[in-house]
Nanobody, 128 residues
Framework: QVQLVESGGGLVQAGGSLRLSCAASGRTFSSNPMAWFRQRSGKEREFVAAISRSGGSTYYADSVNGRFTISRDNAKNTVYLQMNSLKPEDTGVYYC?????????????????????WGQGTQVTVSS
């Protein structure tokens, strides 16, 4: 059974940092794109960051660019999201995702429809 398990969420003050981890089990995703999405209260799930299978290319939503960093350790089958300078508007449930589809362009990284494995989510709350 394939599982993506997120950890590292919690409560932090504005300006603080958190590091999310997503550990995969049941199969290796070292040859697959992976990403983080989030769902804020009352809003649809949105793209946060993605990383290519080698880690050589990364993609970010404008709202987090310069503050968040996505990385991966293929030996550990794990992807990370380092979140710095957190803002109250970053509050939400953060989901890890992996794709076994073949991406044709960089634009494919941004759509949740292109990911077919999802974690259960981890809550991030940023207080003002």
């Amino acid at each position: 059974q394939v599982q993506l398990v997120e950890s590292g969420g919690g409560l932090v003050q504005a300006g603080g940092s958190l590091r999310l981890s997503c550990a995969a089990s049941g199969r290796t995703f070292s040859s697959n794109p992976m990403a983080w999405f989030r769902q804020r209260s009352g809003k649809e799930r949105e793209f946060v960051a993605a990383i290519s299978r080698s880690g050589g290319s990364t993609y970010y939503a404008d709202s987090v660019n310069g503050r968040f960093t996505i990385s991966r350790d293929n030996a550990k089958n794990t992807v990370y999201l380092q979140m710095n300078s957190l803002k109250p508007e970053d509050t939400g449930v953060y989901y890890c995702a992996a794709s076994t589809y073949r991406f044709a362009s960089s634009g494919d990284y941004y759509s949740s429809q292109n990911y077919n494995y999802w974690g259960q989510g981890t809550q991030v709350t940023v207080s003002s």
